[in-house]
């Protein structure tokens, strides 16, 4: 069975960091692109940054030069750097992954159960 689990995320003021991690579980993994979406109230998900299991990044263009994503594929881990935070930061921040196990054929995307960031202004 595979898991994400996601960690960091919290309150912060406007200007402030936060860095959220997410690790995936589970036995003889091969993990490709992984992310990192986010969902505002009353918004619909958005991506915010991926990564390739070769270390190639993609942004969202409201993130660019504040976010950085980046990853450790021996430990199945993606992280997401936050500066300069804004108000319109504020979402669930759900990671993402693209995953085949030992028994399946074809690769599947898994979830997070999604972590609150809230930037106060």
């Known amino acids: 069975q595979v898991q994400l689990v996601e960690s960091g995320g919290g309150l912060v003021q406007a200007g402030g960091s936060l860095r959220l991690s997410c690790a995936a579980s589970?036995?003889?993994?091969?993990?490709?692109?992984m992310g990192w979406y986010r969902q505002a109230p009353g918004k619909q998900r958005e991506l915010v940054a991926g990564i390739s299991r070769g270390g190639s990044t993609n942004y969202a263009d409201s993130v660019k030069g504040r976010f950085t994503i980046s990853r450790d594929n021996a430990k199945n881990t993606v992280f997401l750097q936050m500066n300069s935070l804004k108000a319109d930061d504020t979402a669930v921040y759900y990671c993402?992954?693209?995953?085949?196990?030992?028994?399946?054929?074809?690769?599947?995307?898994?979830w997070g159960q999604g972590t609150q960031v809230t930037v106060s202004s």
């Open positions: 993402n992954a693209d995953i085949r196990t030992p028994w399946t054929i074809r690769s599947y995307d898994y």
């Open positions: 589970g036995s003889s993994l091969s993990i490709n692109t």
